[in-house]
């Protein structure tokens, strides 16, 4: 329980406005969009400056709370959920655009800059920021790098680890560091930034970013072909990239999320079909030419059902922003989405769309297949009802065999969304006790008292913190 | 989201959100970005989905039914924003107007505010009478007695400085339209068919010249306007705070009424009427047949989806020679998904360059009673609006909605800008021949 006259220490140092501890706020932030997982923090924070995140890591040490970093909220695996408790620093009010350099082609932000915004404001300097991920238009840089997210380009572009340059972060001794810079080589000692990306909140807490910018594509065609079998849909990527065409996006749904989509979109999806993908080829208008004749040629040959070309930038745009809706409108069906984010090298996508169809069978569920085809990552959602303990078991057990295959195939459990509580055990199988113990050695080294997002990334004998298990947080009436 | 059932958790049984409503929510966040109420104060509690978790909680009984679940239920601008942005199909704006219905059931008044809100919600606004006389300006003083207001203002929890923006915000008020329009105007030209008007509270008492031109505007487009004398307020004001009882009273009234009057179509000219008479299917269900409700609601139509959907006819009408820019108001394109129609009205007119701001969707800070009773708040909603106004330079300002048009009148006003506030129906109107 944190003590008055710590919440007075932080009022002090933070402004009133920047502390909550009524509990209509904390429960409010205890969760993000992974389901079944919320915890209660003790306290939230908004720090608008670093050494606001610096006053607040030093008053939770001496109160023994744990600290865990938040940005928007979107993440798919728990990493900003207070899996113990503690103290939520939400950096959402840290939302200065620094710098765009338009010289060293690089942005500087601040954690709580939204994704979009950034994109936004580096496009109206005619440059490109790559990275979208699903939830853009609400995510915060600073999540995106703690999750290491991807997106919609990931395949012709990276992910955000590919985009950053520096990092400022809080580490839990105290120390204000900053690691890399706007210089394009540089591998003077340990990538330290590197292993900040995708540390989840758990090495220390992020309050500037500083991120690559690129020219934007000259030219873009964007594809929308439909397919009666989803098997077809999963050749057709695997022959497209063997015929060494790297389009910027090509992303699939099949029918279930098809149509759930379109009830959200209207926007004239084939709801009778049973998968489309949406690709897009991007570059010198020479090369767009050229690689959409290669893309159309093998949809033709794979006997693609339709084809169709989006005929301009903003139907093209609409297409994206739809695909972007999948996941919450897949919600339509079910009061909870259970969806993971299982990553298959590509030659293995039609065996992967096959293993789900056996699954689903097998198990008697109802899923919805989206995702990043072209990269691999897949996301298979089980729509289920949480309230039905036999049916989210038969789920987990969907998900248990599904990544067994996954790993045969030399697969990863995670592609995007990260470990934090939903997927820790299939972290551990994944990288075996000796790739835990090297992790482990690494958290210990920057946080010896395991007060920074405890609870997340590895397996631990504690039941308060495995998933999908909710804490009662009883008030008496 | 039914009238009584098994007490949900905290809830009480008499109008509590259904479970599975709140259930649907997967906290993906993609309301965050459309919240007026996110937006100045970062705190996810102010936000749709935090509104819903605490709504959840509620229900699951993790928290009761606090003071500050009551505050976030009406600090929610219920401009459903968030449900046009939602792709789960959660209706957050539903449920925080539901949970205004179980603040008063929670919290009962004490006497002075209870028998002022009874006064106002289920006398006054019932009888359109009674309203008229009340609001002729010279006797609102007497009658309603802003003096009384005043003295009473903290039992409405009104925000500071509520009286001075209330009373800028009164346009020049003529007499009262309901009394002078006949019960039918015939068709001009070639008939086309036959409408049922909808003459909402405000328009009658604060806009009436709005109402006049559509009605005019409807006959010159070829139909016969029936407009019932005996029609009473829709009921919005009442599920607005909370008393979703009268609110039934007068949809089973106004139903009954609409339905004899055998109309091929019920429009309005108000936008928070037209999303309340559309939710009368709802909010009626099992009180009224299932099939009445089906047709009453399938005639229900804005005054500018109507026009778009029969078409406009263009012949005839005058060029007006200004530059335009269109506010959405949040029940027309929010509660009723009603977004291309108005343009496609103004594009249509001749001389008109339909100039379009940034967030034509947002909010204005209105909201009803919401700009009294957080003027700051609504200030700094405005603000915003008003600066997206500004950058388009355009001559006149259309909105569709009489809250909106008191706000941005009143805003526009105050800030020393030259823009012209209109209704939509105005500028059609100007553009109509005589």
């Known amino acids: 329980m944190i003590s008055k006259t710590a919440i007075q220490h932080l009022i002090d140092k933070l402004g009133a406005a920047n502390v909550a501890y009524e509990k209509e706020d904390l429960l409010v932030l205890g969760y993000d969009s992974t389901p079944g997982i919320h915890h209660l923090p003790e306290i939230a924070v908004f720090p608008t400056t670093a050494e606001g995140v610096l006053a607040a890591m030093e008053i939770a040490q001496r109160e023994g709370l744990p600290i865990v970093p938040r940005g928007s909220g979107t993440g798919l695996s728990g990493g900003s959920v207070p899996a113990k408790g503690g103290m939520v620093l939400c950096l959402n009010k840290m939302n200065r655009i620094l710098e765009i350099d338009e010289e060293n082609l690089t942005a500087t932000v601040e954690a709580g800059v939204v994704t979009l915004d950034l994109f936004n404001a580096v496009a109206t300097k005619g440059l490109f920021y790559p990275p979208d991920p699903g939830s853009q238009k609400i995510s915060t840089l600073g999540g995106n790098v703690m999750e290491d997210a991807g997106g919609l380009r990931g395949l012709k572009y990276g992910v955000t680890r590919d985009y950053v340059m520096a990092l400022q972060c809080v580490l839990p001794d105290g120390s204000l560091l900053t690691t890399g810079g706007k210089s394009v080589k540089d591998v003077a000692g340990y990538s330290f930034k590197d292993l900040l990306v995708g540390s989840e909140g758990t090495l220390g807490i992020i309050t500037e970013v500083t991120v690559k910018l690129i020219p934007p594509p000259k030219a873009k065609r964007t594809f929308l072909a439909y397919f009666d079998d989803i098997r077809t849909a999963g050749a057709a990527v695997s022959k497209i990239i063997a015929a060494k065409i790297i389009p910027s996006t090509m992303e699939i749904m099949d029918k279930a999320t098809i ?190 008292k395991g007060i920074l997002n405890p609870g997340k990334i590895f397996a631990d004998e504690d039941p308060c913190t495995q998933a999908h298990v909710e804490e009662g947080f009883r008030v008496s009436h | 989201m039914s009238r009584t059932k098994d007490k949900l958790g905290n809830f009480t049984p008499q109008d509590a959100p259904d479970y599975e409503d709140v259930l649907q929510c997967m906290r993906c966040g993609f309301c965050l970005p459309t919240c007026p109420t996110f937006a100045l104060t970062g705190r996810e509690r102010s936000s749709p989905r935090g509104r819903v978790a605490l709504a959840r909680a509620v229900a699951e009984q993790k928290l009761e039914f606090t003071d500050a679940v009551k505050h976030e239920a009406f600090f929610c601008l219920d401009c459903r924003a968030c449900t046009t942005a939602c792709p789960s199909g959660v209706r957050a704006g539903e449920v925080m107007e539901i949970c205004r219905s179980q603040s008063h059931q929670q919290y009962p008044l004490k006497h002075v505010g209870k028998s002022f809100r009874e006064f106002i919600l289920q006398r006054m606004l019932p009888n359109p009478d009674l309203l008229e006389k009340s609001m002729l300006p010279a006797r609102l003083y007497q009658r309603l007695g802003i003096q009384w207001l005043v003295r009473h203002s903290k039992a409405l929890k009104l925000g500071p400085s509520w009286m001075e923006k209330a009373e800028g915000m009164m346009p020049d008020l003529e007499a009262p339209l309901r009394p002078q329009l006949p019960e039918l105007t015939p068709a001009r030209g070639e008939k086309r068919g036959r409408v049922g008007f909808f003459l909402g509270c405000i328009m009658t008492l604060m806009y009436p010249g709005v109402s006049r031109q559509t009605v005019r505007v409807l006959a010159h487009q070829g139909f016969d306007v029936i407009t019932p004398k005996q029609v009473k307020c829709c009921g919005a004001p009442h599920l607005n705070e909370g008393d979703r009882q009268t609110a039934r009273e007068l949809a089973l009234f106004n139903l009954d009424l609409f339905l004899k009057a055998e109309v091929d179509y019920i429009v309005t000219d108000c936008a928070g009427c037209g999303a309340t008479l559309k939710e009368y299917e709802e909010l009626l269900e099992e009180m009224a047949e299932h099939d009445k409700l089906a047709v009453f609601r399938a005639k229900i139509r804005d005054i500018s989806e109507f026009l778009a959907e029969v078409g406009l006819r263009t012949e005839g009408l005058k060029p007006v020679h200004k530059s335009v820019t269109y506010h959405e108001p949040c029940h027309l394109c929010h509660a009723q998904g009603v977004s291309r129609q108005p343009r496609d009205l103004i594009r249509q007119l001749p001389g008109i360059e339909l100039r379009e701001m940034e967030e034509a969707s947002w909010c204005c800070g209105s909201a009803a009673t919401w700009g009294l009773k957080f003027s700051a708040e609504s200030q700094q909603v405005l603000d915003r609006k008003l600066n997206n106004v500004k950058q388009t330079g355009a001559d006149i300002l259309i909105t569709a909605n009489p809250g909106c048009q008191l706000q941005l009148a009143w805003g526009v006003r105050e800030a020393g800008m030259p823009q012209d506030v209109m209704h939509l129906m105005e500028l059609l109107g100007q553009a109509t021949p005589d």
């Not at chain 1, 039609?350 to 990043?372: C, D, N």
């Not at chain 1, 090297?438 to 210990?444: D, E, H, L, Q, W």
Request: aromatic fraction near 6%; hydrophobic fraction near 40%; charge should be negative.
């Open chain 1, 259 to 448: 149509n759930c989509v379109e009830d959200y979109v209207k926007i004239g999806l084939p709801r009778q079909m049973a998968a489309l993908l949406l690709i897009e080829v991007d570059g010198h208008p020479a090369m767009v030419e050229e690689e959409a004749q290669g893309v159309d040629a093998i949809l033709r040959q794979v006997k693609a059902a339709e084809i169709h070309v989006a005929k301009d930038a903003d139907e093209a745009g609409k297409l994206a922003a739809a695909r972007r809706t999948a996941l919450s409108a897949l919600a339509r069906v079910s009061p909870t989405t259970l969806l993971e984010d299982a990553t298959v090298p590509r030659s293995r996508l039609a065996e992967t769309f096959a293993e789900i169809e056996r699954l689903t069978q097998k198990y008697q569920l109802k899923v919805g297949t989206f995702g990043h085809a072209g990269d691999g990552n897949l996301h298979p959602t089980v729509l289920c009802d949480e309230r039905n303990a036999e049916e989210m078991h038969r789920a987990h057990a969907f998900y248990d065999d599904l990544y067994e295959k996954v790993l045969a195939w030399g697969g990863t459990v995670s592609g995007e969304h990260g470990i934090g509580m939903a997927k820790k055990e299939y972290l551990a199988r994944q990288i075996g006790p000796g790739g835990v113990r090297v992790m482990k050695r690494i958290k210990n080294a920057f946080d010896p």
